[in-house]
């Protein structure tokens, strides 16, 4: 089974920046994509980026741009840094990773973007 752990998320001025990052650890079988979703209150859940097991990047057309997922092999690390911040931006942002038919997902971290 797999554990997700994010972290990075915090306060931040319109404009600005954070990195976000997600942790895995146990045992990690049939990855076929890595992703990070956010959700706001009163939305639902929504994609934000994924990155696949081949290497393949997709984006929101609302970060395309200003957001970068990448991920640390050795670290076992999935990362969004995410610049030019905007307060449509704040939301609980989570990790997924895709295992086959199924998927782990992380506790999230809150980002919270105002001036």
């Known amino acids: 089974q797999v554990q997700l752990v994010e972290s990075g998320g915090g306060l931040v001025q319109p404009g600005g920046s954070l990195t976000l990052s997600c942790a895995a650890s146990?045992?990690?079988?049939?990855?076929?994509?890595m992703a990070w979703y956010r959700q706001s209150p009163g939305k639902v859940r929504a994609l934000v980026a994924q990155l696949t097991s081949g290497g393949v990047v997709w984006y929101a057309s609302s970060v395309k741009g200003r957001f970068t997922i990448s991920r640390d092999n050795l670290k076992k690390t999935l990362y969004l840094q995410m610049n030019r911040l905007e307060p449509d931006d704040t939301a609980v942002y989570y990790c997924?990773?895709?295992?086959?038919?199924?998927?782990?997902w992380g506790q999230g971290t809150q980002v919270t973007v105002t001036s």
């Open positions: 997924k990773y895709e295992l086959g038919a199924t998927g782990s």
């Open positions: 146990g045992r990690i079988v049939s990855l076929t994509a």
